[in-house]
């Protein structure tokens, strides 16, 4: 089952917008983390954020926590061409123990130039 | 520094055959993971290695063994292929005492015809 439902599965923008995507999970968590998968390539992790936490910046990357919506969303400001890929949310449920991450189906993000 | 590799990049077998993907990283790290990604999907667990000598299952486990070698390698056995196990298989392996980061390897294409 997943734990993880991103939101839109796939988007389109053209570069230099943003782009924002979502991720709800069921369960209460550990920690949640974004990764970005290129075609074909494996994933590359973006940023982590704790249950703690509600917001953290990574360069051009803003993830958000909201733990009593069991929702995160990323926001990648001024996109570039580079940033067409396919990103991932992954979810440390408290009931798993902190081995068995849940990756989300992933939104798929074209930047045209 | 090669980080995670994986072998082979692709592979095709056929019903019942058996094969082993290889696993190796180069960072020490005592966490090992195998996943797999069916289109459209996100990854899913199959088994972890939470250290050296230790296996357990994660979400999707039938019809697969693994084996942690040493710290630096886990396989995974396909005892007796099928269709439904055709897919990209993903190893990760992360330092969990330092971060929850995971590292990805390229992935092994497998078909099963």
């Known amino acids: 089952s997943q734990q993880g439902e991103e939101d839109p599965q796939a988007l389109s923008i053209q570069e230099g917008e943003n782009a924002t995507m979502n991720c709800s999970y069921k369960?209460?968590?550990?920690?949640l983390q974004w990764y970005r998968q290129n075609s074909g390539r494996g994933l590359v992790h973006l940023i982590l954020?704790?249950?703690?936490?509600r917001e953290k910046h990574s360069g051009r990357l803003r993830v958000t926590l909201d733990t009593s919506k069991k929702s995160s969303s990323l926001l990648i400001t001024a996109s570039r061409a580079a940033d067409t890929a396919s990103y991932f949310c992954?979810?440390?449920?408290?009931?798993?123990?902190?081995?068995?991450?849940?990756f989300g189906t992933g939104t798929r993000l074209k930047v045209l130039a | 520094n090669a980080g995670v590799t994986q072998t082979p990049k692709f592979q095709v077998l056929k019903t019942g055959q058996s094969m082993t993907l290889q696993c190796a990283q180069d960072?020490?790290?005592?966490?090992m993971y195998w996943y797999r990604q069916d289109p459209g999907m996100g990854l899913r667990l199959i088994y972890y290695s939470a250290s050296e000598g230790t296996t357990d299952k994660g979400e999707v486990p039938n019809g697969y063994n693994v084996s942690r070698l040493n710290k630096r390698e886990f396989s995974l056995r396909l005892e007796s292929a099928a269709p439904s196990q055709t897919s990209v298989y993903f190893c990760?392996?992360?330092?969990?005492?330092?971060?929850?980061?995971?590292?990805f390897g390229p992935g092994t294409r497998l078909t099963v015809t």
């Open positions: 992954a979810t440390d449920p408290t009931t798993s123990g902190t081995y068995k991450y849940i």
């Open positions: 369960t209460s968590i550990n920690n």
């Open positions: 990760a392996s992360s330092d969990l005492q330092a971060s929850y980061e995971q590292y």
């Open positions: 960072m020490n790290h005592n966490s």
């Open positions: 954020i704790r249950s703690n936490e």
